[in-house]
């Protein structure tokens, strides 16, 4: 028999029987990451909001060299994922590859820094932080060494408590996105200014949580019926605005947009105005023509992590009987939807600078950031942001359509924002099954709706949703936060890929990821080696930047507070858990313990 | 009374030998097995004179000798494949006619219940650690009798087993898939089964359900949805309960102290139906994990005192 001919040959027989599938539509698997790297609620609220801040970055490349970092975790990912199908995620890869020594080493020297870190943010003398560092390093050390301890740290801080800190912030970019917009373009001043202010904030933050329990207990079939119609809705209210910028000129942008200052605002001469104020406060500058490689542009790539480092969000694979056929797959579908949207990413930036004017739109972006987060006292020109689709909905004069425009818009955040909690409740399911947490969190009721999982992250939402209302000035400077526990999240998970063919060969060896190879070395130990330096990189950018560009790291004592309180609160469960089920004589250690096959 | 269940390891020859060894392992006293144990694929190696090529999950392979082709049958049965040797010639009949897969199928699942059956034998031997055994919807009938047949394995279908003063009611059968498998019935048929097999328990607390179909709405039957050309719907995103109605009422109906499930692998779980505790460890069985529940009961008061579910 030829080669030819083997290639034919049917690599396996199947038989009848349950579970037995064709896989899914690579469409599919696009369509999920195109959401979760989302251009306009993550992309447009922030990341492309904020070059003005670096004005001698370039804003194109910073894109395209994130997507270049996002695509080794997205190998990583794949990989994981066709190694380990159905295991679920980041909360079972750590904790079944992160054991031993490899979960020591890592416990250990996360334990290290963060206690130091919290120390220094507490004003401690040096000497005592470094007695702290020592004894954040035993703690860590010892949760790597107990089966789960890393695991369930570093997932239950990234797919759990700090989505309670997202809930405010999926809020705030509907607020700003749609409520504010919408109240604009009908002319409902009072909105305007309701929804500005406090009050209207936190009411917007427990509309979110409302809806996005609601999502929850409607289930993911229904709601991704709901996503499909958001994708399709958004990706046209994107093109409408993508054709409005390219065939208007910037003099048409200017009139329009003091046209509308004039009406909606009463705000004359607005666009220069908004320029003045956002030239005194140096933050209208730059290029976007500058493509130059250098500290500045690398300074804006952790920005830009705020909306892509999310390509694999939400992704497992299901059903048997599977190969390397499905890591491409879902690779195919991450690094569709990671650089579909760095594409669009560009494209847009390119855009405003052509029809909004760069100047206009950096400091269009800052001036409202620096008055929203507390940075500086001055009120922004015209009273809301200046939301790009809002922006474009202008170049046509009728506030029925621009509305209608916001509208369509809004599809963007309501079609990503049901996977808010869904994250935190698969999250708190999975460690109530490993009886870390009570029975009680992975309880539902007839109609399927999980309440105790939900009250669960419902709780601290509400909480930090009134934090983030009425102690603006100390929460709102910790939006990125959102996106560094997460980043340490998936920094565990692309260390697990990295080691995983050393550490557990058997797991790998059975792969269909073991067929793939760079120089003669593991796809999947290379891609995560690279992960994990880039992420690494980004999250000692994002703590140590000396200029405090970030507004997280160590120049900012509330946002290491923050932090360290979300790991200790997770170890201290982690470890409350193992003594309290030790007294009823469960062994926490047998969960993940081998049973000899010989 | 601390009872180890494990199910659907669907043919993993690994999975099967740590769940015999589990009694010692996790000092079990009872280890019951929910059923689905038979293979869903069998994987060609192809080749003659020493020369070997086959295709696991993609990748293929090249052996040479004995031994490399005896390594890689033991990698395939770990996954829960049944490794076959053929010719080239044997290769090309199979392709033309299916009715030589079909009865190959056949022989493959019987030498392998067979096989593991007489492993039972020898590794329960004097342990002490009762084991049973249910066959569930993906098993072919004919197995029945040779897990009876087994000296220290009780089949569980149909037959009602004393555990120390608690009885064991179990059935493989579940509500409808799409797969049309061997052991399905209508809701209502499944419901007079189950009445029929508990109506000789005297307390009703007092019992265990083995029952392979997880109840309706549970959490521990959320699979994936699929449309009608068996393709996942929305990416896999899309879970549905997909559980029976007639296990769900039996048991809120009869209330016994602990209810055993499997069938939906994505469905591990443990959740309170009215007094009962309902258990999925669910399976992931190519990866060569056996993932089980571990209950500790108090026979005398008829309760739950402890459980776990492990990945062992």
Same mark, same amino acid.
């Given at each position: 028999m030829t080669t030819g001919e083997m290639a034919k040959a049917p690599a396996l027989f199947l038989r009848n029987a349950t579970g037995l599938v064709k896989g899914w539509s690579a469409f599919d698997a696009f369509a999920y990451s195109f959401m979760s790297v989302n251009?306009?609620?993550l992309g447009m609220f922030y990341s492309l909001a904020i070059f003005g801040y670096v004005p001698d970055g370039s804003a194109v490349l910073s894109i395209l060299i994130t997507a270049i970092g996002m695509t080794f975790m997205s190998i990583a990912y794949a990989g994981l994922i066709a190694a380990m199908p159905r295991a679920g995620g980041d909360y079972v890869w750590q904790t079944r590859v992160l054991d031993g020594i490899p979960g020591a080493v890592v416990g250990g020297a996360f334990g290290a820094i963060a206690t130091f870190l919290v120390a220094t943010a507490f004003g401690l003398d040096t000497t005592v932080a470094y007695v702290a560092m020592a004894g954040g390093a035993i703690v860590g050390a010892g949760l790597g060494l107990w089966r789960g301890g890393i695991g369930f740290v570093l997932s239950a801080t990234g797919w759990w408590f700090i989505l309670a800190l997202w809930a405010p912030i999926y809020a705030f970019i509907f607020n700003i996105e749609f409520v504010q917009p919408l109240a604009a373009v009908l002319g409902w001043k009072d909105g305007v200014t309701f929804f500005s202010g406090t009050d209207g904030g936190f009411s917007v933050s427990i509309f979110t949580i409302v809806v996005t329990s609601g999502l929850v207990a409607l289930g993911m079939a229904g709601y991704a019926r709901i996503q499909k119609w958001c994708l399709y809705i958004g990706l046209a209210a994107l093109a409408v605005m993508f054709i409005l910028m390219a065939v208007s000129s910037v003099d048409s942008f200017i009139a329009a947009y003091n046209r509308e200052g004039q009406a909606l605002f009463g705000v004359s001469n607005a666009y220069q105005a908004t320029i003045d104020q956002g030239t005194a406060q140096q933050v209208a500058g730059g290029d976007v023509n500058n493509f130059s490689v250098g500290v500045p542009t690398f300074a804006l790539v952790p920005f830009m992590l705020f909306f892509l480092l999310y390509p694999q969000w939400g992704s497992t694979l299901y059903g048997e009987v599977r190969g390397a056929g499905d890591f491409r797959k879902v690779l195919t579908g991450f690094l569709g939807g990671l650089w579909a949207t760095a594409g669009l990413a560009v494209v847009f930036v390119l855009l405003a600078a052509k029809t909004f004017g760069w100047t206009f739109f950096n400091a269009s972006n800052a001036t409202y950031v620096n008055h929203a987060y507390g940075y500086v006292p001055d009120a922004t020109v015209?009273? +809301?942001?200046?939301?790009p689709g809002l922006l474009a909905s202008?170049? +046509?004069?009728s506030h029925i359509v621009q509305a209608i425009i916001v509208i369509a818009f809004g599809a963007w955040w309501l079609g990503w924002t049901g996977t808010l909690f869904l994250s935190s409740t698969r999250m708190i399911f999975a460690a109530a099954f490993d009886r870390v947490l009570p029975e009680w969190a992975a309880r539902v009721s007839d109609?399927?709706?999980p309440w105790g999982a939900l009250a669960l992250i419902m709780i601290p939402s509400v909480v930090l949703s009134w934090l983030y209302a009425y102690q603006a000035a100390t929460f709102y400077p910790l939006t990125l936060d959102a996106t560094l526990v997460i980043a340490v999240t998936f920094l565990g998970s692309s260390i697990a890929a990295t080691i995983l063919p050393y550490w557990k060969p058997a797991i790998y060896n059975g792969s269909p990821v073991a067929r793939f190879k760079i120089l003669g070395l593991p796809l999947i130990s290379v891609a995560g080696l690279l992960s994990t330096l880039f992420l690494g990189w980004s999250i000692w950018a994002w703590i140590f930047d000396a200029n405090n560009l970030y507004g997280i790291g160590t120049k900012n004592a509330d946002s290491i507070k923050f932090l360290g309180a979300l790991y200790a609160i997770a170890a201290v469960v982690y470890i409350v858990a193992r003594l309290w089920r030790r007294s009823q004589g469960v062994d926490l250690d047998a969960i993940h313990a081998e049973i000899p096959a010989e | 009374m601390r009872v180890f269940f494990a199910t659907d390891i669907h043919g993993s020859e690994v999975c099967w030998r740590k769940f015999l060894n589990a009694g010692a392992f996790h000092k079990a006293d009872v280890l019951i097995m929910g059923g689905d144990m038979t293979g869903k694929a069998m994987v060609p190696i192809t080749g003659s004179n020493g020369t070997w090529r086959v295709t696991l999950r993609d990748q293929e392979t090249v052996l040479n000798g004995e031994d490399e082709v005896a390594a890689m049958e033991k990698r395939i049965a770990d996954r829960g494949y049944y490794p076959i040797r053929l010719t080239p010639d044997e290769m090309t009949a199979w392709q033309a006619d299916p009715s030589l897969v079909d009865t190959r199928f056949k022989a493959e699942m019987l030498a392998q219940v067979e096989r593991w059956m007489a492993l039972a034998d020898e590794r329960l031997a004097g342990k002490g650690t009762r084991c049973i055994v249910s066959p569930a919807n993906d098993d072919i009938f004919e197995i029945d009798p040779i897990i009876a047949a087994a000296k220290l394995v009780e089949l569980g279908e149909s037959n009602n087993i004393e555990l120390d003063g608690l009885a064991l009611v179990s059935t493989g059968y579940a509500n409808p898939t799409p797969w049309n498998t061997f052991r399905e019935l209508p809701e209502p048929e499944l419901r007079q089964r189950i009445d029929g097999l508990v109506k000789d328990v005297p307390d009703k607390r007092r019992a265990i359900f083995n029952f392979h179909a997880p109840p309706f709405g549970s959490n521990l039957d959320n699979a994936p949805k699929i449309g009608a050309d068996m393709r996942y719907v929305s990416g896999g995103q899309a879970l549905i309960p997909v559980g029976s109605h007639a296990i769900r009422e039996a048991i809120l109906d009869y209330g016994p102290v602990l209810s055993l499930h499997g069938h939906i692998h994505e469905g591990r779980g443990a959740v309170k139906l009215g007094k009962t505790l309902s258990v999925n460890p669910g399976s992931i069985y190519e990866d060569g994990v056996l993932q089980a529940a571990i209950v500790d009961l108090d026979v005398k008061k008829a309760e739950v005192k402890r459980y776990l579910l492990i990945n062992g």
């Open positions: 251009l306009v609620a015209v009273p +809301i942001w200046g939301f202008y170049l +046509i004069d109609r399927g709706v | -």
